[in-house]
């Protein structure tokens, strides 16, 4: 062949090289989706989504919190102050601050948990306890901010700005 192309045979070998590697693949011809063959390391878009619906019902729940469970969540997490100087500014000791941080945070998972998979939500002890019920409450009040947070979007009428 290379003598017939009037060219040397490593020149022939060095173009096959080239000829392979110049193949083109049709991806809708394939077998494998076009999603399988891409890596990709970034959230898928529902995901996203169901990160940011996640994080909103969180700030919702915390601004719903009893207040002084509301003031150790706020600046233990997210002010990152010492539950010393917590502590100090309740005029609590700091076990007290560590047992409202762990009141806070189940209230706060059961208040999610109530509005994205309420299957998670364990039954209170006494369902028609005074606790329960102030349970339930918070649960409600959470729903009831997240719903009015909802920003929805008017399409403005035919004549109307």
Do not use: W
Request: with cysteine.
């Amino acid at each position: 062949m290379a003598a017939a192309l009037g060219i040397s045979v490593a020149e022939v070998e060095n173009n096959d090289g080239d000829v392979a590697r110049a193949n083109v693949l049709s991806l809708q011809g394939s077998e494998v989706s076009f999603e399988e063959m891409l890596v990709s390391t970034a959230p898928a878009p529902a995901d996203l989504v169901e990160h940011r619906e996640k994080l909103e019902y969180l700030v919702d729940a915390i601004a719903e919190l009893p207040e002084r469970l509301r003031i150790v969540v706020q600046e233990y997490f997210l002010a990152e102050r010492p539950m010393a100087e917590i502590a100090e500014t309740l005029g609590v000791t700091e076990s007290r601050v560590s047992q409202i941080r762990a009141e806070a945070l189940v209230l706060l998972r059961d208040a999610l948990n109530s509005a994205l998979d309420p299957s998670l939500v364990a039954p209170h002890a006494r369902p028609h306890g005074c606790a329960a019920q102030r349970r339930n409450a918070y649960f409600e009040a959470v729903a009831a901010r997240h719903a009015a947070g909802r920003v929805s979007v008017r399409i403005p009428q035919a004549g109307t700005a």
